[in-house]
């Protein structure tokens, strides 16, 4: 059916495009130090990606064809009429999940927990400075005519968020580890399309968004390391902001 070969096509370009950045981006070395400039820097090549996904999703608005393609592929959903699932309200989180859990196994990452958290909450809190006003202010109705929130996707950027997140933090010590968090994203993109809550080019440019919102992360964790730990170089607190689709919330983390 059009919908399946639509969807199958997204998620094999998302993990093309994926090792297509894995082979342009320079190799870093394990390191956790803050002064490695190197594995803070934003150069054009790492933003390739989510602009052009972003851009893709966006360009719906100006470019007919692209709407009826989004137009074909509820129509498609409607007729099949697969089994909803609420899965992909925790999927979003499960690369981020994957990270804690392996460096409480021993598996260690890049950085250690204030850092790796730092850095999190930051992805997040762009992802949610991003997505929240563009909801508001494009205003395009849901598939299922719920509200005027569709563009982008909040579901799709938090899991590419997470999911790219664990790229980052991995990518040096085990590439194929690293790589593991995107089929969650890949599902939960796919099962928002599928639950009638989104058009596929609002998860494709929700996908941009997030990839976005973690390299940006990375590129300003040593101003933000400065922030919040000043000269307290033990400090293990950290406020943790995050996104859900209703809105904002804050945690506070303490390592004691």
Do not use: C
């Not at 608005?61 to 899965?87: Q, W």
């Not at 899991?159 to 968090?181: I, P, V």
Request: glycine share 6%; proline share 5%.
């Amino acid at each position: 059916m059009i919908s399946r070969i639509i969807l199958i096509f997204f998620l094999l370009t998302t993990s093309k495009l994926t090792i297509a950045q894995d082979n342009v981006m320079t190799t870093e070395q394990p390191d956790s130090i803050v002064n490695d400039s190197n594995n803070y820097k934003l150069g054009y090549r790492k933003l390739i990606l989510p602009v052009s996904l972003i851009s893709a999703g966006a360009i719906s608005f100006a470019i007919p064809p692209m709407k009826e393609l989004d137009l074909s592929a509820k129509i498609e959903v409607a007729h099949d009429r697969p089994g909803k699932t609420t899965l992909d309200n925790y999927t979003q989180y499960f690369p981020a999940v994957m990270v804690y859990g392996l460096n409480l196994a021993g598996i260690k990452g890049k950085h250690g927990f204030k850092d790796r958290t730092i850095i999190y909450a930051t992805s997040q809190l762009i992802s949610a400075a991003i997505v929240t006003p563009a909801k508001n202010l494009i205003a395009e109705e849901r598939p299922d005519g719920s509200n005027r929130k569709s563009f982008p996707s909040g579901h799709a950027a938090t899991a590419f968020s997470t999911a790219h997140f664990m790229y980052r933090e991995y990518r040096d010590n085990n590439l194929l580890l690293s790589l593991s968090g995107y089929p969650f994203a890949a599902f939960t993109g796919v099962y928002r399309v599928l639950n009638n809550k989104h058009w596929m080019t609002d998860v494709v440019a929700g996908a941009g968004v997030g990839i976005l919102s973690t390299e940006l992360a990375y590129w300003l964790y040593p101003k933000m390391n400065t922030l919040i730990s000043g000269k307290k170089k033990n400090n293990k607190s950290v406020v943790v902001p995050y996104y859900q689709s209703k809105g904002l919330g804050m945690s506070y983390l303490l390592v004691f």
